[in-house]
């Protein structure tokens, strides 16, 4: 299976640069150990014919804590700070601390309108997949040419 | 670094070179958190992806080695247009100081998250040693 090309190193119509090619490879290198990630939670973005399914890992999340409101062609997820495993207990020693535990604010803007009556949303072993239909209205129409 | 799936080469065995999974999907180390209680080293890790019959928690000695299988990540009749995170498997492994009782470990998982109860023997437990004034 091909490895995806993150889109970072997709971009078309760049101005030439002596660097360029070098800036492209060196992306593409460190795009395999830290792919493009601007905001948390990093989210991958399956695309069909007729819907966007986005998927994130969330770990240690409850359906409670999450909070996913869509508007038009825009989706937004937002959640509760993780509950931290004991820290100010008595007698309680930190070896590691590695889990992030913050809470998270991160919206995406879909290329066309979200049918919001048919939103699927799974949260199932700490991982979200969010089924986001295209509505009906927004969807190209084919016209019939008529012959004369 | 992707594999050319139509040119197999030899590949040369390297010495000491780790034990390979039998799958090509990456393996990842998960995030953990670990503290030590009075009566117990608790180890907390975070594996999305993994169910509770996919799992699996080793104590061989005193090496703790804790493990998780994801699923297929790929959505049927859907491409990747946006990547921002691998999916993988899931290994680590801690060396632990020792003076746990292997019989009375505790592990669950729940939303991804695995969580290893590890008690001390009766021994490694702090024992009160009052002080006399003498």
């Known amino acids: 299976m091909a490895i995806p090309i993150p889109n970072r190193a997709a971009r078309q119509g760049e101005p030439w640069s002596p660097f360029g090619d070098f800036d492209r490879a060196m992306n593409r290198m460190l795009g395999d150990l830290y792919p493009t990630r601007a905001e948390y939670p990093p989210a991958n973005i399956w695309t069909g014919k007729d819907d966007v399914v986005l998927t994130a890992e969330l770990p240690g999340i409850e359906p409670d804590d999450l909070d996913i409101s869509v508007h038009e062609n825009v989706v937004s997820l937002r959640c509760a700070p993780r509950e931290k495993p004991p820290q100010s207990e008595e007698g309680v020693t930190y070896h590691r601390r590695e889990c992030a535990h913050a809470g998270f604010s991160r919206s995406w803007r879909l290329p066309f309108e979200v049918d919001q009556d048919k939103v699927e949303a799974k949260l199932e072993n700490g991982v979200l997949k969010l089924t986001l239909p295209q509505s009906e209205v927004s969807k190209p129409k084919k016209i019939e040419i008529k012959a004369t | ?134």
């Open chain 2, 1 to 134: 670094m992707c594999a050319d799936a139509n040119v197999m080469e030899k590949q040369q065995a390297q010495q000491g070179q780790e034990v390979e999974a039998t799958r090509t999907r990456p393996v990842f180390l998960p995030c953990t958190d670990i503290f030590e209680r009075e009566d117990a080293m608790v180890v907390v890790a975070d594996m999305p992806g993994v169910g509770p019959e996919a799992v699996d928690v080793d104590l061989t000695g005193n090496e703790l080695t804790i493990s998780g299988r994801v699923a297929d990540p790929a959505i049927e009749g859907h491409t990747l247009s946006s990547w921002e995170y691998e999916v993988g498997d899931y290994r680590r492994r801690f060396r632990l100081s020792g003076g746990i009782d292997a019989d009375k470990i505790d592990a669950t998982i729940k939303n991804g998250v695995l969580q290893v109860v590890l008690p001390k023997s009766k021994e490694a437990q702090p024992q009160k040693i009052t002080v006399k004034a003498g």
